[in-house]
């Protein structure tokens, strides 16, 4: 790309793609805004009118709205939280040369290639459940009472299946940074008498900065709208217990039939993602730039 | 203090012994080269004395102390790694403080030795830099710095030249000897460098296939090489050995003669040559010939000399300076 000729021409060859790219983002993204304004209740579809800003103000006022936002933060935060540490942990373990380390990696990484209703199922029905669940199973053989995970600990359970399902991810890209760091850097500390914890903490830690920013940036995002795990284990129950942004914004739009609501709903989800990037990259951000 | 012993070390990595057996002494003081082509296994003996490699028999003594089961950092030896293996995300300041940091030093203590080694290593401008941001010699200097803030009873060098160009070697080789003229502190230093053995060993030991061929100063071992091997390995250009009629009229099975105890001439001599490749390097002139009824030979003669490709050259072996060896490779005695 160097004369003014290539350059012109990678942007002629680029310009299609990017320009559907647009498309397919502004077009939905215009809707949503669009209907947010609108009146559109699918009960009555012939009776569409301008509202104005009331679909935001039902929606704020809605007394589940701010109990999701904080749903949807515990859940971000929560499994980032597991996903981080557990993963560092477990590549830790994985790093050494141990017997049958192809077959234990795949083990480890296999939760990602398990859909999320699948793996929310698998939980509800046989790990979690209060009469036949393993969990159940363990707590009586210690002659304790069975709980009720999805009745008495909704929000945390999702959490814990959630950061079940992502643990390979960051497991998987914290191993390949961990296998990345040099040896003789390793050796260079050992010789001066550095630790374990101190090797940790001042070679193992700062190589892996990088890689933990791309699984926070990366599994934000998606855990952001969380949403299958919910619908299968407790339907955003006991009350509002369990809902989170996107399922109360699903709530809205299917089982109130209320178009312009949900898409109030929608941008307000947006927006909040936003800012929630916003803080992200101002505080994990920097790594990426070493 | 430093005189570290080896007696009886072996190294067995699976199937491979990678060091049968050696016995070595290096007296507190020394500077102690290990050479030998790649794959002799100085490197292995290195990191043995360094404890980062468990031995599979004998033991290390430092200081009269058996350190076999010691822990690298029990040893109080400091290694200058091929790769300097700093750490990347700290500046220059805090990598040499980082051993002492491990010690538990107190902080004002830690910044004056910081500070007395960047002075003596010329780093004082690049304290505050990142590792990433310095040539290959502040590199290299900032990896001697950690190892002499910790003021060990010896340095460990692992081919710590290798990384850098030629001219910037022959600076640090200086740098290298002077501050063990400076410090005066035990110094094992490995490379397969010949010249970087010559120039800076006390005493060179010169390893093939994990056994020691030989161990003594540059000069003796240039002088009187033990064996083929060494006769072969140390000076360059490299030998020439002559085989057959040549070496039996001198009573032995092979014969060495070094390119620069040959005396060439134009007109006379008991061999005669045709030029191949004549390398001129200005003060010397290395000529490489084809001798009738002995092979290749090569030769060195002054630069003003004057031979080319296709000429012949006649040449006289110098009769003081010739090594015999025996039928098993060991030197004879003249």
Known sequence: ?290 | MGSITLQKVSKVFGEAKVIPSIDLEINDGEFVVFVGPSGCGKSTLLRLIAGLEDVSGGQILIDGKDVTQAAPAERGLAMVFQSYALYPHMSVRNNIAFPLKMAKMEKSAIDKKVTDAARVLNLTDYLERRPSQLSGGQRQRVAIGRAIVREPSAFLFDEPLSNLDAALRGTMRLEISDLHHQLKTTMVYVTHDQVEAMTMADKIVVLNRGNIEQVGSPLELYKSPRNLFVAGFIGSPHMNFVDGAYAQSKNAKTAGIRPEHLNLSKDSGIWRGTVKVAEHLGADTFLHLDVEGIGQITARCDGEFGAYHGDTVYMTPDEAKLHRFDDKGLALKA
């Open chain 1, 1 to 290: 790309m160097a004369t003014q000729n290539t350059k012109t021409l990678a942007r002629l060859m680029m310009a299609p793609s990017v320009l559907l790219l647009l498309i397919w983002m502004i077009v939905p993204l215009a809707m949503t805004l669009w209907f947010s304004f609108q009146n559109y209740n699918l009960l009555d579809p012939s009776n569409v009118s301008f509202t104005g800003l009331f679909n935001y103000q039902f929606f704020y006022t809605d007394p589940a709205f701010f109990q999701s936002i904080w749903n949807t933060l515990v859940i971000v935060g929560g499994v980032l939280l597991i996903t981080v540490i557990g993963g560092i942990a477990i590549a830790l373990l994985l790093d050494q040369p141990i017997f049958g380390q192809g077959i234990v990696r795949i083990l480890i990484i296999s939760p990602f290639f398990v859909m999320p209703p699948v793996a929310a199922l698998v939980w509800k029905n046989m790990i979690m459940n209060p009469s036949y669940g393993v969990f159940a199973d363990i707590s009586r053989f210690f002659g304790l009472r069975p709980v009720d995970w999805f009745a008495q600990y909704p929000l945390f359970s999702i959490v814990v299946i959630v950061a079940w399902q992502w643990l390979p991810f960051a497991t998987l890209i914290l191993l390949t940074a961990l296998q990345s760091l040099d040896g003789e850097q390793k050796e260079a500390a050992e010789m001066d008498g550095a630790n374990f914890l101190n090797r940790f903490i001042y070679l193992v830690v700062p190589h892996l900065a990088r890689s933990i920013t791309v699984v926070i940036l990366i599994q934000t995002i998606f855990l952001l709208g969380v949403y299958a795990e919910i619908l299968v284990t407790t339907n955003g129950g006991p009350g509002y217990a369990s809902t989170n942004l996107a399922f109360l914004i699903y709530r809205t739009a299917l089982l109130g039939y209320d178009v312009g609501g949900a898409s109030a709903g929608g941008i307000i989800a947006v927006v909040l993602a936003n800012i929630v990037a916003f803080f992200l990259m101002r505080a994990v951000g920097k790594n990426l730039d070493r």
